[in-house]
């Protein structure tokens, strides 16, 4: 490999990484703000996509509108799941620690494969069910714990953010010539104008304000930016193991700055979960791999 190939890829591994240490800040910048969830979402959905509009406009120039119209219906579907999953995150954050939140929708390659399964009829070998199998069993612990009645609703919400993220997977993975960067600004879009029907406050601080269009631009804009652009060359199952950095980092920030701690049931079912991803991840590249040699 030549020196200069080696430089080439190690930008895009720094891109990449960068990305996941971003998207932890989130849970951080949530606690810091006092203001309602649906200021949050619709505050920081419009930094994101004036950012990435930003962007568009940088790389495309005269085909800017031509890259969102060649969306088309698979395209606008992904728009639609991310607005959700910026939706419903931000919502269970509110309703739960930033843990639990984090570690919950991490298991959203846990579900992609079960909808695969499900609505694509395809099928894995036994070690990747048990890798699932273990996952949801540590979502299990996390969730019912002795503070089951309080975090119970941001839970839910965690959910269903890993199910809009687990569609989003199975929708890339089948559409792989769809940009991203036009579907997310769709995405934050979708997301602040359903924040609108829950009247988000228009009388924020100066601070707060900051913080969410910094969230915006930078924590999740940035950062989409970054992963898109860098993961598009590393192999997927580096690139699978680099996002858990976001699951790890995200309740260290907390605590760090609020003394957010980790029940032990979040610490005991966390550890499984990650471990589980980490195995599926390799596991999943291992026998994709192998296919493809098969088919050769």
């Known amino acids: 490999m030549s020196r200069i190939q080696t430089?080439?890829?190690?930008?895009?591994?720094?891109?990449?990484?960068?990305?996941?240490?971003?998207?932890?800040?989130?849970?951080?910048?949530?606690?810091?703000?006092?203001?309602?969830?649906?200021?949050?979402?619709?505050?920081?959905?419009?930094?994101?996509?004036?950012t990435i509009s930003i962007l568009c406009l940088f790389l495309y120039k005269k085909n800017f509108l031509i890259e969102f119209k060649n969306l088309g219906f698979s395209g606008f579907i992904?728009?639609?799941?991310?607005?959700?999953?910026?939706?419903?995150?931000?919502?269970?954050?509110?309703?739960?620690?930033?843990?639990?939140?984090?570690?919950?929708?991490?298991?959203?390659?846990?579900?992609a494969a079960i909808f695969a399964t499900i609505i694509l009829k395809e099928k894995f070998k036994i070690p990747i069910w048990i890798t699932i199998f273990c996952a949801f069993i540590g979502m299990l612990i996390i969730v019912f714990n002795k503070d089951l009645k309080i975090h119970l609703l941001g839970d839910f919400y965690a959910l269903l953010t890993a199910f809009g993220l687990a569609f989003q997977i199975l929708l890339v993975r089948n559409n792989p010539h769809i940009n991203l960067i036009p579907a997310t600004v769709i995405g934050g879009l979708i997301a602040a104008f359903f924040s609108l029907f829950f009247k988000p406050s228009f009388n924020s601080s100066?601070?707060?304000?900051?913080?969410?269009?910094?969230?915006?631009?930078?924590?999740?804009?940035?950062?989409y930016i970054l992963f898109y652009r860098g993961s598009r060359y590393l192999p997927t199952s580096l690139t699978g193991l680099i996002?858990?950095?976001?699951?790890?980092?995200?309740?260290?920030?907390?605590?760090?700055?609020?003394?957010e701690k980790l029940n032990p049931n979040s610490l005991i079912g966390g550890s499984i979960i990650l471990l589980s991803l980490a195995i599926n991840t390799i596991l999943t590249a291992k026998y994709e791999k192998e296919k493809r040699v098969t088919i050769k």
């Not at 505050?43 to 994101?48: A, F, G, H, L, W």
């Not at 100066?206 to 940035?222: K, N, R, S, Y």
Request: net charge positive.
């Open 78 to 111: 992904i728009s639609i799941f991310l607005g959700a999953t910026t939706f419903f995150y931000i919502l269970s954050l509110s309703k739960t620690t930033v843990a639990n939140a984090l570690l919950v929708q991490g298991t959203a390659p846990i579900w």
């Open 206 to 223: 100066c601070h707060d304000i900051l913080i969410l269009v910094g969230l915006g631009a930078f924590q999740i804009g940035l950062g």
């Open 243 to 259: 996002t858990l950095l976001e699951t790890i980092l995200g309740p260290i920030w907390v605590y760090l700055v609020f003394k």
């Open 7 to 50: 430089k080439f890829e190690a930008k895009y591994l720094i891109m990449t990484v960068f990305a996941p240490i971003l998207w932890s800040l989130g849970g951080l910048g949530v606690r810091a703000v006092s203001v309602n969830s649906w200021t949050i979402i619709f505050t920081r959905s419009i930094s994101m996509s004036i």
